[in-house]
């Protein structure tokens, strides 16, 4: 039997799955504790507009969505600080706005910048470039070094914001950049999963891992392997 790892569009696959399937839940889990499991999906939507601005002034698509998003972050933070009921109603014109942004600006572009949206709204894996997966590297490692430095601080937040704010954490600072890392890992699994499902593999391993344990960090490290299990899995099942 051929082995996928022959080719070499298959052996950059396997790196960006490999990427996605460790980064996506290190964030999940944060985003289940602090019962934000659907802002993953809000993200890919606003991450979308930065595809479809980038097709339409003709820049890099991961960058202009990095930055989109990542604006798009500090938005939602914003409006989910200034009011709680009516912040539902703007998050929720927010993530409709940048989907419908997303193909309006993609339509405007020239050439055939539409039909190129389906490769980052349902994933491309066996399109990654090397350039990409520089890319997905140093956007992990970012995620990683964040996590390390902030980890404790972005727990106790995801815990009780209420009790972080008595013993110093500055809670809106943390909230963001949570906000912020799920934004980063909705661009780094775009051209992996798409866009549109790029939250299941950041919000699916963890719920699963819940089943099995009750400590964060051993449903942390199940969720990982979960989710490289699943992405190695899908990817090879795939091509057979």
């Known amino acids: 039997m051929i082995s996928f790892l022959e080719y070499d569009f298959m052996q950059r696959a396997l790196i960006a799955a490999a990427l996605v399937g460790l980064i996506a839940p290190l964030i999940g889990v944060f985003l289940v504790q602090r ?44 409006i989910r600080n200034r009011s ?43 399109t990654v470039a090397t350039g ?49 890392l799920a934004a980063i890992v909705v661009v780094v699994g775009m051209r992996v999963v798409g866009l549109l499902l790029v939250s299941a593999i950041m919000i699916v391993p963890v719920a699963a891992a819940q089943q099995l344990t009750r400590s964060f960090r051993s449903t942390a490290v199940i969720a990982v392997i979960i989710g490289l299990v699943a992405c190695i899995a899908g990817l090879a099942g795939s091509f057979y």
Not at 85 to 111: C, E, K, M, N, Q
Not at 166 to 175: F, L, N
């Open 132 to 180: 990409d997966i520089w890319a997905l590297v140093v956007l992990a490692l970012s995620v990683l070094v964040i996590l390390a430095i902030f980890g404790r601080e972005l727990f106790a937040v995801s815990l009780d914001p209420d009790i972080a704010q008595v013993q110093g954490i500055r809670v809106r600072v943390m909230s963001t950049l949570m906000a912020v």
């Open 84 to 126: 709680r009921t009516a912040g539902d109603v703007a998050l929720a014109l927010l993530f409709y706005g940048g989907i419908a942004g997303g193909v309006l600006f993609a339509s405007l572009a020239p050439g055939k910048a539409s039909s190129s949206l389906n490769s980052y709204l349902f994933g491309s894996l066996s």
């Open 35 to 78: 019962r934000l499991a659907l802002l993953g999906d809000g993200m890919g939507h606003v991450a979308l507009m930065g595809v479809g601005l980038a097709f339409l002034l003709g820049t890099a698509p991961v960058p202009t969505a990095m930055v989109t998003a990542a604006l798009g972050a500090f938005l939602i933070e914003f």
